[in-house]
């Protein structure tokens, strides 16, 4: 791709209070910081010598900010009162901006392996009372009827009869106690072997819910000797199947609409090695976090060299540094060639696929709407490969601008009661800011 120039600028709205240049990806806006030749001031005092204003540092009032490796729409203010009629749109949020971006899919893999061998001696002692009581009860009933003949010699013959009947009952009750006593003693020792394989698979979806996939699969071996021969065989697959929320950031849409709003309050990082980079609140080291709200709209899916990547549309909402990079890190879907927030391992792509597309300022006297051309077409950039379109970006930004300014404003309730009561400004405070404007480094 063509490198940064200080010939290589181009324009895209001029008037007579403004204009609005397509800045390069590989360009900062000044050099306040760094001693370099080829700058956006630069360039400007190059291609317009007639309009540098010597009352400023830099020559030109820059109406708003763009990161080193974004590109695309910037407003320069020529005048004094022009920068401070763009100042007050931008301090009452009236300014409408939208980028375009890649943003990456999430993929992490991690297998695991363990073998374990267990070995255990067991001894076991048990020892058994019982005691039994019986009682048994028995009752018996007899009769018997007897006669007898009696013969007298003496006298005279006479014969006697006797009758005799008895009855008999008899009861017996036994009672019997028994006892016992059992000792035994078992010794067994017990040989393991276990085989664990685990797979875990980490996937994030273009643009939805995350998924989080587990897969485990156990072997085990086991002998136990002495008491028994046995030996066991088993195999065990858990499969766990879980939605995740990234990080602490609230995330409202529908996956089916392929929108989502971004509510994420961000602040300056205090970690060591990360004090140039933000952070969402509820990170370690995160200082002083102010709500940050960000729309995302899928356009395109595709890949980018090869690896899956999704096409959106992001309209900051509010203005925090690094805004869409952080958010759209926090949610698992880092922009593409990011290497600040990808801490290095994304260092492969030319550069940050960021592009400020839209910038709309609605002046009194003169409105101001420019978009900047898209540069990741496959005919500018042939390692980009659309896929499946969802949506033009002609569409979604037709409806962005067809949003009544009252709703606008309404979106931006949610915002702290901080962030919507202002002190009075003093006289010093506007000079100041009429000079130099309100920071909006969103990107």
């Known amino acids: 791709m063509e490198a940064a120039s200080l010939e290589c600028l181009e324009l895209l709205y001029r008037s007579a209070d403004y204009l609005v240049v397509n800045k390069h990806w590989d360009i900062r806006i000044d050099g306040k910081f760094w001693a370099e030749e080829r700058t956006v001031q630069k360039q400007l005092q190059h291609h317009f010598p007639q309009l540098v204003d010597p009352a400023t540092y830099y020559g030109f009032r820059f109406c708003h900010q763009l990161d080193f490796s974004t590109s695309g729409a910037l407003c320069v203010a020529l005048s004094k009162a022009a920068a401070g009629r763009a100042y007050h749109c931008f301090k009452n949020r009236l300014v409408i901006k939208a980028y375009l971006a890649l943003?990456?899919?999430?993929?992490?893999?991690?297998l695991s392996l363990s073998l374990s061998l267990f070995l255990s001696l067991c001894l076991s002692l048990s020892f058994t009372i019982s005691l039994s009581l019986s009682l048994s009860l028995s009752l018996s009933l007899s009769l018997s009827l007897?006669?007898?003949v009696f013969l007298s010699l003496f006298h005279r013959l006479s014969i006697s009869v006797f009758l005799c009947l008895s009855f008999t009952v008899s009861l017996s009750i036994?009672?019997?106690l028994s006892l016992s006593l059992s000792l035994s003693l078992s010794l067994s020792l017990s040989l393991s072997l276990s085989l664990s394989l685990s797979l875990s698979l980490f996937v994030s979806l273009p643009l939805s819910t995350s998924l989080s996939f587990s897969v485990s699969v156990s072997l085990s071996f086991s002998l136990i000797l002495f008491s028994e021969y046995l030996v066991l065989f088993s195999i065990i697959i858990l499969v766990d199947c879980s939605s995740c929320e990234?990080?602490?950031v609230q995330v409202r849409g529908s996956v089916v609409d392929e929108k989502m709003t971004i509510d994420c309050a961000?602040?300056?990082s205090s970690t060591e090695g990360k004090t140039h980079m933000m952070c969402v609140e509820g990170t370690d080291g995160c200082e002083n976090p102010k709500p940050s709200l960000t729309e995302l709209t899928v356009l395109e899916f595709g890949a980018y060299d090869g690896d899956p990547v999704t096409k959106v549309l992001l309209q900051p909402r509010t203005g925090r540094t690094h805004q869409l990079r952080v958010h759209c890190t926090?949610?698992?879907?880092?922009i593409v060639g990011d290497y600040t927030y990808s801490l290095g391992s994304d260092s492969s792509p030319y550069r940050m696929m960021l592009h400020a597309y839209l910038l709309r300022i609605p002046l009194e006297d003169e409105p101001l709407e420019v978009t900047a051309p898209d540069p990741f077409l496959p005919c500018v950039d042939p390692k980009w490969t659309p896929q499946r379109r969802v949506r033009t970006v002609e569409s979604v930004v037709e409806d962005i601008l067809s949003r009544p300014l009252a709703k606008e404003t309404e979106?931006?309730?949610?915002c702290s009661h901080e962030e919507r009561i202002r002190p009075e400004e003093t006289e010093e405070t506007k000079v100041q800011c009429q000079h130099w404007l309100s920071e909006w480094p969103v990107d």
Not at 330 to 334: L, T
Request: neutral net charge.
């Open 266 to 268: 961000i602040g300056k």
């Open 330 to 334: 926090s949610i698992g879907h880092p």
């Open 146 to 148: 007897s006669v007898s």
């Open 174 to 176: 036994s009672v019997s």
């Open 103 to 110: 943003v990456l899919w999430s993929l992490s893999l991690s």
């Open 411 to 414: 979106s931006l309730e949610e």
């Open 246 to 248: 990234p990080c602490r």
